[in-house]
């Protein structure tokens, strides 16, 4: 009966250990109609792979009066990036198609949308500086935030 009690108890370690390191690498982050994301950093430990992020807009305005995305990049490459979206327009989520600066980013969502994106980041530097945003039309400069590799 002990190796049993045992057994189970190391079964159900095993579980909750291993879920919850994947839900280390899943994180979530909501917008707003008033252009602000809930959060102003996000990290993620270095031993994920891979990260799934899950942006939520939490407003009521379409996605063409009041869209968001989000959008990861070296915190030296926003602007362009931004700047270059407006080019690109809506049909491409206000990203320039095949932009090797974007490091990851989600489709335009509107008012009681939602949209998740898994990406990798077994290439970027733990020790990096960089920047998630909102590339829809002057929504950067507010729209943005810190991401960390601990």
Request: glycine content about 10%; aromatic content about 10%.
């Amino acid at each position: 009966m002990r190796y049993i009690t045992t057994f189970i108890a190391t079964l159900a370690l095993m579980l909750f250990s291993s879920t919850s390191f994947a839900n280390e690498c899943e994180l979530s982050i909501s917008a707003t109609d008033t252009m602000q994301f809930d959060k102003k950093q996000l990290s993620v430990p270095a031993s994920c792979k891979e990260v799934t992020l899950t942006l939520t807009h939490s407003g009521q305005l379409p996605k063409s009066a009041m869209g968001h995305n989000w959008v990861l990049s070296k915190a030296t490459d926003m602007q362009a990036i931004a700047n270059e979206g407006m080019a690109a327009g809506a049909g491409n989520n206000y990203v320039k198609p095949g932009d090797t600066r974007v490091i990851a980013h989600t489709d335009i969502i509107g008012g009681g949308g939602s949209t998740s994106i898994t990406f990798s980041i077994t290439d970027l530097d733990p020790n990096g500086d960089y920047r998630f945003f909102c590339s829809f039309p002057g929504h950067w400069a507010i729209m943005q935030g810190g991401f960390s590799i601990k």
